[in-house]
């Protein structure tokens, strides 16, 4: 027995260097990073250990304006995306016909390039001296005032990127769902037509509940993914976010790190590690939550 205890730590043991080397280690050192304050990149000396770049970071006007936008985008593209996939795996699910043909199309913006499917959005929505962009020109078709989506008042904006974001996150949640409702068993279906129960308490009945880990696992890995975007808004907004007005957290950290502002790894450091905070936090309330709401078979 015991040879086979070590035998099984032998397999383990990549997996473990692996995670120590590449995850455990690099939050060990950004943890040290944030204390130290005044810290010399050039000659890795500091004045001291505090809360000071904590307290810079959360009275830094672009840091607050990156937390807003971040949750603003959490808020509205994660439940969302998440109940327009679900419509839509209801609705393919019900198909028989060229079933296969409309989930490889829902897919599709999944693999395509989110550098690419940005530009094609600037296209649409951005207004140049030659066209007003194509959104514009149906908004005016409905004697609408034409809108410069990409340069002009934050609202329009921040529409733009959570139309973008939710564009692009609901393929993968399409995918999962669409699987999720395939695996139901058709037997609590049958049981329940034969008892003359109406649709709608089916779906929350045995639908719901049968796919609710499913749902639960979006919902985490969409709250962690709104939390880390950053490539959405540079597809749409250029890398100057902060005059833009639409940076986020992660971009935050990066110019922090490498941006006009770069050069200060405690105060990117401190942003990081509020962030892992609120994220970490977050998954806390949701893993509670689960324990009632969700339903392993």
Not at 3 to 26: D, R, T
Not at 62 to 87: E, M
Not at 169 to 195: C, G, H, Q, W
Request: glycine letters at 6%; aromatic letters at 16%; a positive charge.
């Amino acid at each position: 027995m015991e040879y086979k205890s070590k035998k099984g730590w032998l397999y383990l043991l990549p997996a473990c260097l692996f995670l120590g080397i590449f995850m455990v280690y690099p939050l060990i050192d950004v943890f040290i990073y944030s204390v130290e304050e005044e810290f010399n990149f050039a000659s890795q000396t500091y004045s001291g250990v505090g809360s000071f770049n904590f307290s810079y970071v959360l009275h830094d006007p672009y840091f607050l304006q990156a937390l807003k936008n971040t949750f603003i985008l959490v808020i509205i593209t994660v439940p969302v995306s998440t109940g327009l996939a679900l419509l839509i795996s209801l609705a393919l699910s019900s198909i028989r016909k060229l079933k296969n043909l409309f989930q490889t199309v829902f897919f599709l913006p999944y693999v395509t390039n989110t550098l690419a499917v940005g530009l094609v959005f600037m296209i649409l929505f951005k207004k140049t001296p030659y066209s007003d962009g194509l959104v514009n020109l149906l908004l005016g078709a409905f004697g609408m005032t034409p809108v410069d989506f990409i340069d002009g008042p934050y609202w329009a904006k921040m529409f733009v990127l959570c139309f973008y974001t939710v564009w692009i996150v609901m393929p993968f949640k399409i995918l999962i769902l669409t699987s999720a409702l395939a695996s139901v068993n058709e037997t609590y279906y049958n049981a329940a037509r034969v008892d003359g129960t109406p649709k709608l308490r089916i779906f929350t009945r045995i639908t719901l509940p049968m796919i609710s880990p499913s749902i639960f696992y979006l919902i985490i890995t969409g709250f962690i993914g709104a939390f880390k975007a950053y490539s959405d808004a540079v597809a749409l907004f250029g890398v100057n976010l902060n005059n833009a007005q639409m940076n986020t957290i992660v971009g935050y950290v990066y110019d922090m790190l490498y941006g006009s502002s770069g050069g200060y790894p405690s105060y990117a450091s401190a942003a990081a590690i509020i962030l892992f905070s609120i994220v970490l936090t977050i998954t806390c309330i949701n893993l509670l939550v689960s324990k009632k709401h969700v339903h392993y078979v």
